[in-house]
């Protein structure tokens, strides 16, 4: 087939435009030349000066959950508690008997007048039926009290937090663990649920001119939705896949190593987080506020872990203190690996993490963009700098300071510099 009559920019530095190309199967095979022509009866389409780009690769997507979000209520964009209940009380009429009302994108940060969520409020639109609703950035879990009643009072994890009111009892807001251990345990999509989905997601990505995949749902069993779109003809996206850190030891047993599959899906590496996010105030900060997932030595243990089965390692690290702590778990391991590169890693006090930046002088860093879940009116400008001579760039943006009121472990994040960051070890071609 040969593209012709329009602007085609290849990202090629030697050819970054040309008006034709030719593809041959599932290849590029060029600009048009003599070669070209010669094909046997190719295909021609006149582009009438349209653009043609590259596919897009989304490095950093939890596809099936956002797949499944698209049946779900969404609360992106609501501006109060009440604008929020009325999108919620209109979605009850489409729950099946018996069933869980879903939804996700809630920021109680950006309603007016300032409300947290609760299971009261919850409980005025919803009734008996049992709702889960997650926070735009998937580290916050909303809950009525007929969801809460499910768990029997065994909500308390390592790493979470379970928001209380003044005597004690749940305010129907989980954190971080907290909140993935009762969704994991009780609002779990079945893995029907999550391929009928992710098939009718594909489309929608491919449409949208998105051709590859960094899938962060590792921990969903997301790896089997892919194989079965796969195995359907179904699945018209490349996939690097993330496997979740505590499946290190089944993946070295098995000889499984990073970039492992097909031409469609492969192990990419392994993930693991330090701390919460921004939009629901758990980001590990120098303060001593924040919720830690996942200890510096912990970090540590991981990556050599990784390093010896074939994995990288990608990491979420969000506030000043999780930041720090990451840089020192691979400046501890560093022996083990080199070059290290960076990507998306974000930091709100560059000149305070331990150590100098040039102990990492071979990173690669990506530019950053604004936090998602910053509230809209505040957020900062990103703060940049390039980095050159292969000195490394430190990528970071500030943010107010909001202390939560809530936290059982008497620590709310206070502030924090982004919402999603990773760092990653050799061998990833992604953030995580």
């Avoid at 909500?155 to 379970?162: H, I, K, M, S």
Wanted: hydrophobic share 35%; aromatic share 6%.
């Amino acid at each position: 087939m040969i593209l012709e009559n329009g602007v085609v920019r290849t990202m090629e530095p030697t050819l970054p435009v040309t008006r034709a190309l030719a593809i041959a199967g599932d290849r590029i095979a060029g600009g048009i030349g003599t070669h070209e022509t010669a094909l046997a009866s190719p295909d021609r389409v006149d582009l009438a000066g349209r653009c043609v780009l590259p596919g897009f690769n989304d490095s950093h997507v939890h596809f099936p959950t956002w797949a499944l979000a698209q049946r779900q209520v969404r609360l992106e964009g609501t501006t109060s508690l009440d604008d929020a209940l009325q999108r919620i009380a209109a979605a009850t009429k489409d729950v099946q008997p018996g069933g869980w009302l879903r939804g996700m994108g809630w920021r109680s940060g950006e309603w007016s007048p300032p409300t947290e969520p609760t299971k009261e409020a919850l409980d005025r639109v919803t009734g008996d039926m049992p709702a889960a609703l997650m926070a735009r950035d998937y580290h916050s879990l909303w809950l009525n009290s007929a969801a809460l009643a499910r768990a029997n009072g065994d909500l308390e994890v390592d790493g979470g937090v379970v928001v209380r009111d003044g005597r004690g009892e749940p305010t129907g807001v989980l954190r971080e663990e907290c909140a993935w251990h009762f969704r994991d345990t009780h609002v779990r999509p079945t893995d029907d649920e999550m391929v009928d989905a992710s098939r009718e997601g594909v489309g929608i990505a491919i449409a949208r001119g998105v051709t590859a995949v960094h899938d962060k749902d590792g921990w969903l069993g997301a790896l089997g939705v892919w194989q079965r779109l796969r195995d359907e003809g179904q699945l018209n996206l490349r996939v690097w896949q993330s496997i979740p850190a505590e499946q290190v030891d089944e993946l070295a047993d098995l000889r499984i190593r990073s970039g492992f599959g097909d031409d469609l899906v492969r192990i990419g590496y392994l993930k693991t987080f330090m701390d919460g996010t921004l939009g629901s105030q758990t980001a590990r900060m120098l303060d001593g506020t924040g919720v830690e997932i996942t200890s510096r030595e912990q970090l540590a243990e991981i990556i050599r872990r990784g390093l010896q089965a074939g994995l990288p390692v990608a990491v979420h690290a969000i506030g000043d203190l999780a930041n720090r702590e990451a840089l020192d778990a691979f400046e501890e391991t560093r022996p083990e690996w080199q070059p290290l590169r960076f990507s998306h890693r974000r930091i709100s006090r560059a000149s305070r993490s331990s150590g100098s930046p040039r102990r990492f002088s071979s990173a690669t860093l990506l530019p950053t963009a604004t936090s998602p879940t910053a509230s809209g009116g505040r957020r900062q400008a990103v703060h940049t700098r390039i980095a050159r001579s292969g000195t490394p760039a430190l990528f970071w943006r500030t943010a107010p300071t909001r202390r939560s009121r809530s936290s059982t472990r008497g620590r709310g994040s206070a502030q924090a510099c982004c919402e999603r960051s990773t760092t990653a070890v050799p061998g990833t071609p992604s953030s995580g």
